[in-house]
Structure formats: C-alpha cells, structure tokens
C-alpha cells in the first residue's frame, strides 16, 4: 500500500516541513546553525503578530493562552539571561561583552523557551515532525555509502568551512561540510553527519527513533528506524546507543501504570530481579567500568573538566557564575570549562541561579508529562524527548545543540496544547 502523504496545512508547518526536510541541503552551505534560530523567532514574531489580528482572521487553530508550562520555561530562559548579565557585570567583562554574550543566549538557552512555546502555542501536527525527521533518516540512508566510501577511497574528511561562518557561532566546525571525521582514539572512521560532533548525531538518532515509533506508515517508521540506528552505531556515540536501548522501553512500561496487566508482569519481574540482585549490581558495575575505559581518554578529560567547573564555581562565583566560558588548562586539552555537562557548564557560567533556571523546568515538564503520558500519545513522545534530553544534559551542553533538537521541543511543548490534551482525555481509547 503507498504511503500516505502529509502536506503542510498552513504557513507554520510548512516553514518547519522545510526547514527539517532540507537539513542537509542546508548542512552543505553551513547554514543549519542559523536556520534554527531565525525559524524559531520568527515563529514567535508571528504569534505576536496574530494577537492584533481579530479572530476571524487568525490562523486556525491559534492558541492565544500560553499553558503553564511554557510560561515556566520561559521564566528560566529569562532567569538565565539575568544570571548571564550579572555574571558579566561581577567580573567586569563590559558592555560589548554583554551583547555579544546575549546574542549567544538568544541562540541558544532561549530557543528552549522559544520551541516549547511554538509547540504549545501554534498549530503544529506531531505526525508533520514525525514524518519530516523519517524523512531525514532516508536521506542518511541513500547518502551512507558516499560518506562510507569517502573514507575508504582517501579523500579528505573535511571539504570545506562555509563562509556563513562570519555569521558567528561557538566555533569553526558548526559550520564544517565534512565527510567523515577521526577517532582520536582508534584513529577510525567516525561519522557525525550534520552536527558540530558525533555524540551530537547520537543524541538527534534518539529523536528520530523516537518520532519514527510513533509514525504510522510502515515505509516511513522502517526509514526512520534504521536510518536513526545506523546513526548511532556510525557516530560510536556510547550516550546514544545506552539511550536508545533504555528510553523507548522505559516510555512504554511507565506510561502504562494504569494496566492490571504490567502491574501483575511488573512484580513477577521484580520478584525475578530480587533473586538475582548481586549478580545484577556485578553486571552493572562491569558495564559501567567498560563503559568509562571505550574511550578513557575522553571519560578522563570529562572528569576533569568537572572537578574545575566544580571547584572553580564553588570558590570563585557560586551564585550568579562567571558569566562566559574560559578555555581550560593542557591537563583537559585546552577545552572549554564546563564543557560536556549542562550542569557543570551551568555552575561555571551561570551560578546556582541558572542551575535552578533549568532544573525546575525540566523537573516540572518531566513529572507533567508522566502524568498525561498515561493517557496521551503526544504525552509519551514528549516524555521520551525529556528523558532523552535529561540523560545527555550530563554528556552535552544543552544549549549548544539547541538548534538541532528543536523538533524534540516543539513535541515536548505540542503535548501541552489545548487541542492535543482535550483529544486525548476525549477519546475513549488510545
């Protein structure tokens, strides 16, 4: 049976069809760093734009009311901001600074605030999202093998850095046509497709595989599954492959606490697990041993980062951080302070003050969306989404990747509407 075709149905799903279906379009010019961003406040511009029309001229399905959610995320983007000013005006880092430093929030922590608020907010059908990022893992799929033989006939990994780099961004390879990239470890081949690095890719493989579960046409789900694995085991992301294998299950399994059934194989099951405690805790002590020794220079490099964020953080600005980030010492390779770890980075630049501005709505989305979860689909995609974000926010800084994950948001933010809520608790079975 042909698989059934989904069309934008008004001008906001087709800027965001668009902007997900040329990704790589957009990755061979450098322009999937700036396409985020403007997308995402021009969305919000547009919003704003249908508060001043009169409601028969609104674009259907408008929300006017924000739900609370969203107003809480915007609250810690904006939090974030303060804490970033007043870090600069602690150290005396000057007004330019000041406005270079915003610029950078703007793309970045903001467009958390920015996405969730577009999904919540504007009509936007999961299924066009789901069905977009399918549609990307097919393209991963036909371009594997040029990536795969560029390799392997020698020619060079990085072609070229776009000019869009004068844009400005946080470094040279958000603007990087490459091929294939080196395992500094194994000297192998490693592939991060359209993200700044590979554990990048291995984190947008988790969405993919979560947006494919939920699409309804077997052509497009089989794209988006093997296209989202054939990601994470070519980027040799550890994060990703551990998510892959723990966050679809445990979506399915908590989402459905309300079935007799699970309950009656749940407790069957952790009898199983009481039984075979000790040599579960051995297995899980040797995972994680092997775990960290995959690539022990990268896991030694990552510790100490931690230790000077911590350290640094705790002696030198506890509450409103140090305001921008600072190059680390040879001991971790001359890499950013923070780096790899949205709460480190977080201690560092932004004090307990954006410490808290994340923490509260991630805590308060994650626990709503386990709640709706057992009645809503949307809900379910959404709560794998936070999961995801959840267990990479100790490996990634957050806001960097921002801009390639910004469909996730939309789902997390789309759970919460009012047309997608009232569906759901409607419906008789789902």
């Excluded at 040329?22 to 322009?31: K, N, Q």
């Excluded at 004068?166 to 490459?178: D, R, S, T, Y």
């Excluded at 022990?296 to 305001?323: C, F, N, T």
């Amino acid at each position: 049976m042909e698989a059934q075709t989904i069309n934008p149905e008004n001008i906001i799903e087709k800027w965001i069809w668009y902007a997900l279906i040329l990704t790589y379009p957009f990755y061979v010019i450098g322009a999937v760093y700036i396409v985020a961003p403007v997308l995402g406040w021009i969305l919000i511009l547009y919003w704003a734009y249908n508060l001043w029309l009169p409601e028969p001229l609104r674009i259907k399905s408008f929300q006017l009311e924000i739900p609370a959610i969203a107003w809480l995320w915007i609250a810690g983007m904006v939090v974030m901001e303060v804490a970033l000013i007043a870090g600069h005006v602690d150290f005396q880092l000057g007004l330019p600074a000041i406005i270079k430093s915003s610029i950078g929030w703007a793309k970045g922590w903001a467009l958390l605030a920015v996405f969730v608020m577009v999904g919540a907010t504007l009509p936007v059908r999961p299924e066009l999202i789901y069905r977009a990022c399918c549609i990307i893992c097919l393209h991963t799929l036909i371009l594997i093998p040029i990536f795969v033989g560029a390799y392997y006939i020698g020619l060079p990994g990085k072609i070229f850095v776009s000019p869009l780099k004068a844009i400005g961004g946080p470094g040279p390879e958000f603007f990087e046509f490459q091929l294939y990239g080196i395992n500094p470890e194994s000297h192998g081949p490693r592939w991060r497709f359209f993200t700044p690095w590979a554990p990048a890719a291995g984190l947008l493989a988790n969405f993919y595989l979560v947006f494919a579960l939920q699409e309804r046409e077997k052509f497009w789900r089989w794209c988006g599954i093997v296209g989202s694995i054939a990601m994470v085991l070519m980027c040799q992301s550890r994060a990703g492959l551990v998510a892959m294998l723990f966050v679809s299950p445990a979506v399915y399994f908590v989402s459905r606490l309300n079935n007799p059934v699970l309950w009656m194989t749940g407790g069957v099951g952790m009898a199983g697990v009481g039984v075979a405690f000790t040599n579960l805790l051995e297995l899980a002590d040797i995972t994680v041993t092997e775990f960290k020794q995959a690539r022990a220079g990268s896991s030694r490099v990552r510790a100490a980062l931690a230790r000077i964020a911590i350290q640094r953080w705790r002696d030198e600005a506890p509450v409103w951080g140090h305001g921008v980030v600072e190059r680390g010492p040879h001991l971790v390779e001359y890499m950013p302070i923070g780096s790899h770890h949205s709460w480190y980075g977080l201690l560092f630049v932004k004090g307990a003050v954006g410490f808290v501005a994340l923490f509260l709505p991630m805590a308060v989305t994650l626990v709503a969306l386990f709640i709706q979860a057992q009645r809503c689909v949307t809900s379910r995609a959404g709560l794998a989404c936070m999961l995801i974000l959840i267990m990479f926010s100790f490996g990634e800084n957050l806001e960097i990747l921002a801009y390639l994950f910004w469909p996730a948001l939309v789902i997390i933010g789309a759970a919460f509407r009012n047309d997608i809520v009232e569906k759901s608790y409607n419906a008789k079975k789902i």
